[in-house]
């Protein structure tokens, strides 16, 4: 591991020299390699060189206003070009040679599948346009692009962003074709792309609220080109969601999107050339759980946001990342909220950002949301960016109430075309007259707040009336590395309740800004003047660690009473919490929790699935910060679950016999119901209930889509079904022709409890683990590491980090996400603890790329 990593800090940041008012590209394909040929037409704005960025490549050509410079004329090294003393007005020429059948990274111009499959496509956010050609590749640099693509006819469909202007055969070559794509929207060049492959199309249309006739057009190969209805639906559900929403209106003509197997993300918002990650658009019944789909949706919703928050309007550095990631993930979430019950969308947001964004937070990975340094930035497309900062812009939107729209309204208008920064952002939403711009604390400031606090009551016999004080203080943990913690703005939604009659007698927004405070709910009017009830952080309305002072029987209280749906799942939360982690008696909850489930039963199927959830070992761990022994969570974890099964133990049947298959619909209903189904069949193989066996395989062999065949395989492999081995075969042999479903069988497998470690290894050395497609190593190595019993032993580190070092070479992006998994090493209990960190620092002489040198280098800071 190299020792000297070079870091990069916000406060250094200074505007860019030069600026690109026009670019010409010509990219020409050939069997072994690329050409580039580039016309930047730029132009001096501040003092200083000329930099061009660029990296992997050969520089064949180079001139200033039509004169060839000499090598003496600028200096060239492994990542930039730079010319100092360069004109002011500059048609800057440019030629490059490069291998895109070589580039396994997913970054700059890369090769994509194999055989009859391949194609060529591009990924440049943050900084893959430095690997195509020369640039000022950076975010603050807004250019008009034409592109022209060149390549062999077996490359039908060559696509840019903006609109195709030209297209042909090449004189010299009838083998060869061509086109040329305008974009007439500036932008930086993370946002380029290009194509060259060989697909299929579904087109539709959409008429914008300013009547903008759209051409939508979805590619993928000819075989998934039905699987791309849904994700079209979304689209056009997405444009009008944005217009009646936010009053953004889509501004180009055409809006593509590409689907492709081999991608590091989920997918990428290139300006009217979106590209995904097949199974980010990809959704069919029979192959797509409705999970999957539901996020092909969001997914679909995030990326056509980004077209006014991130490519309209921009980023200044990379250091305002969560200036486009947090504002748009919030805006798919409450697009998300209208498709569904909003209680569940709550639920599975707030449950990412625990499992995943609270241990970031919790240890040696933690930053803020606008980090103020780093060494490669491609380590920081984190949850705390995205995750955290869109929890920053909802906590903002609720305390603006009706300004947030008008504060977004001016930040369109007012910044549209620019690349500005997070004070940018603020300052907007508080030029309606009530200031927000002290939330800057949230963007800077790292670790997850911790609220803790107390109820006091006194009733006044005179006027029957009572006053409840709430005592609240917060508290963040200090980061190595940053200021001392200060107090933040925390909103806080409340809920006074009446114990006798359960219902609610007050409701208020408590601001908590310093680090202790009171809040009085006055003249209180309650049935035998009883003690009210309080419910804390409604909706979850600020990303913070409550610890409110509650006992047991008001939590049963919330869980039978509270209206919002997410309270009414937190308060279950907080009870197992509870019993996990503080060994307090589980009797209470496991009344309330039978009562609330079977009513949500019978009223809504989602929330009823949900209501049962036991933290992941993983999230229950982040609340461990020493001594953390995987096995004995795991057997506290099982032994809940198994209570959990027996006391409902009588009903499993009635309820699983009232949710027969039916014909496949996609409405929020029937969707609950396949969710409720699963897991009545889990619970009750759990319960030991022998027929539940069958119920398993008939739901396996009757399913109507993969929600069902799925919910029954895992069921069938985590209780040891006696024909699961059977069952995953018919499972290979029906689908082995869809990647994405194979990925499912490879997860399936790969998380399967009764599995070793080295049964996981031995899915790894199958034929067909692709080390090319990381759908294909997440659907191993993701599930893998969501055990921490099996990760956390030596022979589990040795897989993992075995991974881990291969991906360094060829996929560093990659190699580093996964890496990060490991972040919790040092909680464990000895002797893992030490085990874990030899083996770990053994890895370190053995790695070579930037990205995982980074996060390596930090996670043994620990
Ligand atoms: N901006 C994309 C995320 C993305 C980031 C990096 C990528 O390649 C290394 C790809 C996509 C989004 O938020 O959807
Ligand atoms: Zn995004």
């Given at each position: 591991m190299s020792s000297s990593v070079n870091k990069i800090y916000l406060k250094d940041y200074t505007p860019p020299s030069f600026a690109v008012d026009s670019v010409h590209l010509n990219i020409k394909l050939f069997e072994d390699h690329a050409t580039v040929d580039s016309v930047l037409n730029m132009s001096r704005q501040h003092q200083g060189d000329l930099v061009l960025f660029g990296q992997n490549m050969s520089l064949t050509a180079i001139s200033i206003n039509d004169q060839p410079l000499q090598p003496s004329e600028y200096q060239l090294d492994d990542t930039q070009l730079v010319i100092a003393n360069a004109p002011d007005t500059a048609v800057v020429k440019i030629s490059v040679r490069h291998q895109p059948q070589k580039n396994t990274e997913l970054e700059g111009l890369y090769i994509a599948g194999e055989g009859d499959d391949v194609m060529f496509v591009t990924q440049c956010e943050p900084e893959g346009f430095r690997k195509i050609t020369y640039y000022p590749d950076r975010p603050d640099v807004l250019s008009v692009f034409t592109t022209r693509l060149e390549a062999d006819k077996k490359f039908p469909t060559l696509l840019a962003n903006g609109d195709l202007i030209e297209s042909g055969e090449v004189a010299e070559d009838s083998s060869r074709h061509y086109a040329v794509w305008h974009d007439t929207s500036k932008k930086p060049s993370y946002l380029f792309a290009c194509v060259f492959a060989d697909l299929a199309v579904l087109e539709d249309r959409y008429t914008?609220?300013?009547?903008?006739?759209?051409?939508?057009?979805?590619?993928?190969?000819?075989?998934?080109?039905?699987?791309?209805?849904?994700?079209?639906?979304?689209?056009?559900?997405?444009?009008?969601?944005?217009?009646?929403?936010?009053?953004?209106?889509?501004?180009?003509?055409?809006?593509?999107?590409?689907?492709?197997?081999?991608?590091?993300?989920?997918?990428?918002?290139?300006?009217?050339?979106?590209?995904?990650?097949?199974?980010?658009?990809?959704?069919?019944?029979?192959?797509?759980?409705?999970?999957?789909?539901?996020?092909?949706?969001?997914?679909?919703?995030?990326?056509y946001f980004h077209n006014w928050t991130g490519n309209r309007?921009?980023?200044?550095?990379?250091?305002?990342?969560?200036?486009?990631?947090?504002?748009?993930?919030?805006?798919?979430?409450?697009?998300?909220?209208?498709?569904?019950?909003?209680?569940?969308?709550?639920?599975?947001?707030?449950?990412?950002?625990?499992?995943?964004?609270?241990?970031?937070?919790?240890?040696?990975?933690?930053?803020?949301?606008?980090?103020?340094?780093?060494?490669?930035?491609?380590?920081?497309?984190?949850?705390?960016?995205?995750?955290?900062?869109?929890?920053?812009?909802?906590?903002?939107?609720?305390?603006?109430?009706?300004?947030?729209?008008?504060?977004?309204?001016?930040?369109?208008?007012?910044?549209?075309?620019?690349?500005?920064?997070?004070?940018?952002?603020?300052?907007?939403?508080s030029a309606q007259g009530k200031s927000v711009e002290h939330f800057i604390d949230w963007y800077t400031q790292p670790g997850t707040p911790e609220v803790s606090g107390h109820q006091n009551y006194q009733y006044d016999e005179q006027t029957q009336l009572g006053k409840l004080t709430v005592s609240l203080s917060q508290k963040t943990r200090q980061v190595e590395g940053y200021d001392a913690p200060k107090a933040l703005p925390i909103p806080i939604n409340a809920a006074v309740f009446d114990k006798?009659?359960?219902?609610?007698?007050?409701?208020?927004?408590?601001?908590?800004?310093?680090?202790?405070?009171?809040?009085?709910?006055?003249?209180?009017?309650?049935?035998?003047?009883?003690?009210?009830?309080?419910?804390?952080?409604?909706?979850?309305?600020?990303?913070?660690?409550?610890?409110?002072?509650?006992?047991?029987?008001?939590?049963a209280f919330l869980l039978a009473h509270e209206t919002n749906g997410f309270n009414q799942w937190q308060s279950a939360q907080a009870l197992v919490n509870q019993i996990l982690l503080n060994q307090k008696d589980p009797a209470i909850y496991l009344e309330a929790v039978k009562k609330a489930f079977?009513?949500?039963?019978?009223?809504?199927?989602?929330?009823?699935?949900?209501?049962?959830?036991?933290?992941?070992?993983?999230?229950?761990?982040?609340?461990?910060?020493?001594?953390?022994?995987p096995e004995q969570m795991k057997q506290k974890w099982q032994g809940l679950k198994q209570q959990l099964a027996d006391i409902l133990k009588a009903q499993w049947t009635q309820i699983y016999e009232q949710l027969p298959i039916t014909q496949y619909q996609d409405t929020p209903e029937a969707r609950g119901q396949r969710a409720l189904r699963n897991v009545v069949l889990d619970?009750?193989?759990?319960?030991?209930?022998?027929?539940?066996?069958?119920?398993?395989?008939?739901?396996?062999?009757?399913?109507?889509?993969?929600?069902?065949?799925?919910?029954?395989?895992?069921?069938?492999?985590?209780?040891?079904h006696p024909d699961k081995a059977e069952m995953l075969a018919d499972f290979y042999q029906r689908f082995n022709q869809e990647a994405l479903v194979m990925d499912l069988w490879f997860s399936v497998q790969a998380s399967d409890d009764n599995a070793s470690v080295a049964e996981v290894a031995a899915l790894i050395e199958r034929k067909d683990f692709d080390w090319g497609t990381p759908n294909r190593i997440r659907a191993v190595v993701g599930s893998f590491a969501a055990q921490p019993t099996k990760l956390w032993t030596p022979q589990g580190v040795q897989l993992y980090i075995s991974v881990v070092r291969k991906l360094d070479e060829t996929n560093p992006v990659l190699a580093s996400r996964l890496l990060q998994a490991l972040s919790r090493w040092y909680t464990l209990a000895e002797p893992m603890r030490e085990q874990a960190k030899q083996q770990l620092q053994q890895l370190s002489s053995q790695i070579k790329s930037k990205n995982v040198t980074e996060s390596l280098q930090t996670l043994l800071k620990a």
């Open positions: 914008t609220i300013e009547d903008r006739e759209v051409k939508l057009e979805i590619y993928a190969k000819a075989h998934d080109i039905d699987k791309c209805h849904v994700a079209m639906q979304a689209l056009k559900d997405s444009m009008q969601w944005d217009e009646e929403n936010y009053g953004r209106a889509y501004d180009l003509d055409r809006y593509m999107i590409v689907a492709v197997s081999q991608f590091n993300m989920g997918a990428m918002e290139n300006k009217g050339l979106n590209i995904f990650n097949t199974s980010c658009v990809l959704s069919s019944p029979e192959t797509t759980t409705d999970a999957r789909s539901f996020s092909v949706k969001s997914i679909i919703a995030h990326e309007v921009t980023c200044r550095d990379w250091f305002q990342l969560c200036l486009k990631e947090g504002l748009t993930v919030f805006r798919d979430q409450s697009f998300s909220a209208d498709h569904q019950s909003p209680a569940v969308q709550r639920i599975d947001d707030v449950s990412m950002l625990r499992a995943h964004q609270f241990s970031e937070d919790a240890g040696p990975l933690a930053h803020p949301p606008r980090p103020s340094s780093f060494v490669e930035i491609n380590n920081f497309y984190t949850s705390t960016v995205y995750e955290k900062g869109a929890e920053v812009v909802r906590m903002l939107a609720n305390t603006l109430g009706e300004k947030y729209r008008q504060g977004t309204d001016t930040y369109f208008e007012r910044y549209d075309g620019q690349a500005v920064t997070v004070e940018d952002w603020l300052s907007a939403l006798r009659t359960g219902a609610i007698i007050e409701e208020r927004l408590l601001m908590l800004d310093e680090d202790s405070q009171q809040f009085v709910f006055d003249n209180l009017a309650t049935v035998d003047g009883a003690e009210p009830v309080l419910s804390l952080l409604r909706d979850f309305s600020a990303p913070v660690q409550m610890r409110f002072e509650h006992s047991d029987e008001d939590l079977l009513s949500l039963a019978q009223t809504d199927a989602m929330l009823a699935a949900r209501i049962l959830d036991i933290p992941a070992e993983r999230e229950l761990a982040t609340a461990v910060n020493t001594n953390y022994k619970m009750a193989l759990t319960a030991g209930i022998d027929e539940a066996h069958d119920w398993a395989k008939a739901q396996y062999d009757n399913a109507r889509c993969m929600t069902e065949r799925l919910g029954a395989l895992s069921a069938m492999i985590n209780h040891q």
